[in-house]
């Protein structure tokens, strides 16, 4: 038992749950949470997620968990609620010791953080601040490997190679790697999705350095710099040798014409560098905003001087630069690498290097770092830098805290913005996706307690009315999470719905309707073919088909079957068809008013008058077996069914 008596504890107690509140059974959250009152919060925008309620004492007792065994589902919870439920509390937030107990404990609550790789310190300070933090740098993978199961996070840079192992390694509990930079072609994401492991990146911190880098390296090979300066090292005065080439006027082929690339097109024009790029997914406005033309892979490779490679490695682009593109350059080519060393077949370059195809190349990155025995970097018309291209030190702060931010977000369960294995949402647009996210996955849980028999769900299809273009994925996603958790004990989450889905044989199809609306989403119907329903009102030519919209920012189930119905999706819910006539409502509600089942919200639906309608129920409290058979003999009720949602 320990006392809590203050904001910082409570959040510090919260973050035990480390921003994951446990799911409990009901049994499961009376053994491990007895002093407090569990209420299902409806500001979430995860649908079931538990919030802890306390009655306003001010000096409150807490038994904790025994920190949440593992296999219980986690939900976030953020920060914000927390402070919310200190205000509920009424507790001050001036007293900050925590008690050496509760110390030790929370230290054992907080996500652990591992680090593999050189971070800036106001990143570790972050995390520092959010959970355990372990700085381990040039672990061997076995000990990378040993290691893994004991964190929930992982941090890393280029040099560690997070590959399926690792997450095999890490028995679930890892739940996301943050890549401190932008290339992610050495975390293997099939196998981090196939975990559900999210991966995020910092794409924005580091393109000016590696843009400026790309530069000293063009720069620098033009006028031999590193070169002549080794040669003066050695006590030697070779002007005659080291005669460079100019770059004003000479064409610059930019190979990838993303953020890098498009950094270093700006600064080769103000060197008066005629610069056109290749890339085949870049928008020709950015490219013409900049004064850059947009050209074919040959045309770029074949009238360049200088080529600068910034396309990601990808089985597209892995040695794209081969014998095959030496041979069409122009003879005396310049080649500068500060993307991926895997772009360039090495050994082709060392040939058109020695056979003067290639006059220089400056290499930042290579197929395997650091190179072992390289002809390319012992080359005298190379010039190379151990991937240097993010090192300054104002890129790694800044990616340093770009990554810690997406990683403790993640953590903390929101979605992320820079997720590279799953749809990725901007802060904006999730706020206004938040509700339909809800209202996503609650449809899904309604829909799949309707099922009974039949041969298993095998395919379900979504139809979302929408006035707008609109990215389902993340819809998709919570429907998937929806349908498949209660069913199952795999835990889903925006990472591997789609995976998960597959395996189960789920197929999700989508239909898009236009309407005119002023909402993002007007409405979301799910129907569920070769399937028995539990509830045959449910059924629709067939199919159990269900469907919801968001009123007033919160999820309602709006049609059932063919019936129309208007009832909050909170709480729990009673499908109830009967014959319409007066009494019932008062009748159902008196059941349950006598068994202290409070009522939420009620509706009822019917298509003719004094024939059949349906009633939607909300109630706060699960009722009991006893209750639900009351309900079930009142004449007039031809069919009932409880949904947990
Ligand atoms: N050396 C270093 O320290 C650093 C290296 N990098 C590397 O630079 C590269 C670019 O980074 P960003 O500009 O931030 O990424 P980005 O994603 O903004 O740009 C990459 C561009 O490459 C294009 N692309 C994809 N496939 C292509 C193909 N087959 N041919 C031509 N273009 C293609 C994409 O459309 C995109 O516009 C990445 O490989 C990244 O890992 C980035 C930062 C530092
Ligand atoms: O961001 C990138 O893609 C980089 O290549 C930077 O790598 P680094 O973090 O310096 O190991």
């Known amino acids: 038992m320990v006392s809590l008596n203050s904001t910082n504890e409570l959040i510090e107690i919260m973050k035990y749950p480390c921003s994951f509140a446990p799911r409990f059974s009901k049994e499961t959250k009376q053994n491990y949470y007895s002093n407090f009152t569990m209420i299902t919060s409806s500001s979430s925008s995860s649908s079931s997620c538990s919030r802890l309620i306390t009655q306003p004492h001010t000096n409150y007792t807490l038994k904790l968990p025994k920190l949440c065994p593992q296999s219980l589902k986690y939900k976030p919870l953020t920060i914000t609620n927390v402070l919310k439920i200190a205000d509920t509390l009424n507790l ?50 076995d000990e990378l490997c040993s290691k893994i199961s004991t964190c929930d996070a992982l941090i890393v840079r280029s040099g560690t190679k997070v590959n399926r192992q690792v997450f095999e390694a890490a028995k679930g509990r890892l739940k996301v790697v943050g890549r401190a930079g932008v290339g992610i072609d050495n975390v293997d994401l099939q196998a981090a999705t196939e975990f559900g492991c999210l991966v995020v990146n910092a794409p924005t911190a580091n393109t000016i350095a590696a843009a400026e880098h790309g530069i000293a ?41 993303g953020k890098v690339g498009s950094e270093v097109a700006r600064r080769a024009k103000g060197l008066g560098m005629h610069v056109i790029a290749h890339d085949p997914y870049a928008p020709a406005d950015r490219a013409r905003a900049i004064g850059v033309e947009l050209v074919s892979f040959d045309e770029a490779v074949t009238t360049a001087d200088f080529v600068s490679l910034h396309m990601p490695l990808t089985p597209a682009t892995s040695k794209v630069f081969n014998d095959t593109t030496f041979a069409k350059m122009k003879k005396g080519v310049r080649i500068i690498n500060v993307a991926r060393g895997g772009v360039i077949d090495e050994d082709a370059l060392l040939r058109a290097l020695d056979n003067g195809i290639v006059a220089q190349a400056a290499l930042d990155v290579f197929c395997e770092e650091p190179p072992k025995d390289s002809k390319l970097v012992q080359h005298e018309n190379v010039t190379a830098t151990p991937h240097l291209g993010a090192s300054t030190k104002e890129a790694q702060e ?248």
């Open 217 to 257: 390296l063009l720069a620098s090979m033009a006028r031999n710099i590193a070169q002549a300066d080794a040669s003066m090292k050695a006590g030697k005065w070779q002007r005659s040798k080291y005669v460079g080439v100019s770059m004003v006027g000479k064409t610059l082929a930019i190979m990838g014409f």
């Open 398 to 645: 800044g990616v340093a805290v770009e990554i810690a931010e997406a990683v403790v977000g993640a953590l903390q369960g929101e979605l992320s913005a820079t997720a590279v294995n799953a749809p990725m949402v901007p802060p904006e647009v999730l706020s206004e996706l938040a509700p339909y996210v809800t209202l996503a996955e609650k449809l899904g849980r309604l829909a799949v307690q309707l099922v009974s028999g039949g041969s298993g769900i095998k395919s379900i299809k979504v139809v979302y009315r929408s006035a707008e273009d609109l990215d389902t994925r993340l819809l998709r996603a919570m429907i998937t999470k929806g349908i498949i958790e209660p069913i199952s004990d795999s835990i889903i989450n925006l990472v591997n719905a789609d995976f998960v889905a597959k395996q189960k044989g789920l197929v999700i199809s989508e239909e898009r309707v236009f309407v005119d609306s002023t909402l993002p989403v007007d409405s979301i119907q799910l129907r569920i073919s070769n399937v028995g329903s539990k509830f045959e009102s449910a059924l629709e030519n067939d199919e159990i088909s269900v469907e919801g919209r968001v009123k007033y920012g919160k999820p309602h189930l709006s049609r059932v079957g063919s019936f129309e119905v208007d009832v909050s999706l909170e709480g729990n819910l009673i499908l109830c068809r009967q014959v319409d006539q007066p009494g019932m409502i008062g009748k159902v509600g008196g059941i349950l008013g006598e068994s202290n089942v409070n009522v939420s919200f009620m509706s009822v639906g019917r298509k003719v008058r004094r024939k059949k309608a349906i009633m939607a129920i909300g109630v706060d409290e699960e009722p009991d077996k006893d209750t639900l058979n009351k309900i079930g003999h009142v004449p007039a009720v031809e069919e009932f069914v409880f949904l947990d949602l």
């Open 92 to 141: 001050s937030s001036t007293t900050t010791t925590t008690s050496p107990d509760l110390q030790s404990l929370l230290n054992t609550s907080k996500p652990t953080i591992l680090v593999s790789e050189k971070l800036g310190d106001a990143g570790l300070e972050l995390l520092r601040s959010f959970g355990n933090l372990e700085c381990c740098y040039n672990l061997s993978p």
